[in-house]
């Protein structure tokens, strides 16, 4: 079932693939940074995209800016203890966003309201608006910029298939930014 998921991804959402990495490319050669987030798994999911482009993915090259808006917990639980659970990433936005960077939200449902209220936060500051979704995407669908929505209605499908689309991400942009090293 999984590969079953990823073939029809590759089939149903590859030019909006491309085209997240392009828009990422560009942030990047601008100086600008990607933020990203998700609940649960798709909080891991999003630590480990970022820690692809900040260490590597395949080559050796520069590193690239991108945070985890829930790698720091004492952030996230201050947030979410004084403004509420709704305002976690959205105050990180605000926080760390710059018009020109690059929000990605990663959702399985497509419909929580914290990243609902991230996203809305992520227009607000000018930031292009990317999501990685399934079950159809959701709220989120309909808000970011460009969705890029999983064909599955099982969650652990979906997060499979997040990362593999994390992965392609970050070997397109590689390519992108650093086609000697793509070339070698």
């Known amino acids: 079932e999984s590969i079953r998921v990823k073939q029809a991804t590759a089939e149903a959402c590859s ?3 491309a085209a997240a990495a392009a828009t990422l490319a560009e942030c990047f050669r ?7 987030f998700g609940n649960g798994g798709s909080a891991a999911d999003a630590q480990h995209i970022a820690s692809e482009f ?5 080559h050796d090259r520069p590193a690239l800016p991108a945070i985890a808006l829930t790698a720091n917990s004492s952030e996230y639980t201050a947030i979410g203890n004084d403004y509420g659970f709704d305002h976690v990433f959205a ?9 020109g960077d690059v929000a990605i939200a990663v959702s399985t449902s497509g ?3 914290n990243l609902v209220e991230a996203i809305r936060a992520a227009k607000d500051h000018g930031l292009t ?5 399934g079950k159809g995407g959701g709220k ?32 397109l ?3 992108a930014l650093f086609p000697e090293m793509s070339n070698r």
Do not use: F, M
Not at 30 to 36: P, R, W
Not at 155 to 169: A, N, S, W
């Open 15 to 17: 030019d909006e693939i």
């Open 30 to 36: 601008a100086g600008g940074k990607l933020l990203i």
């Open 54 to 58: 900040v260490g590597r993915y395949v």
């Open 91 to 99: 105050r990180g936005i605000e926080a760390h966003g710059r018009a």
């Open 111 to 113: 419909n929580s309201g």
């Open 129 to 133: 608006t990317i999501g990685l979704l």
């Open 140 to 171: 989120l669908q309909l808000l970011v910029d460009q969705p890029i929505i999983v064909p599955s209605e099982e969650t652990p499908r979906i997060q499979e298939t997040h990362i593999t689309i994390g992965h392609v991400l970050c070997a």
């Open 173 to 175: 942009v590689e390519e």
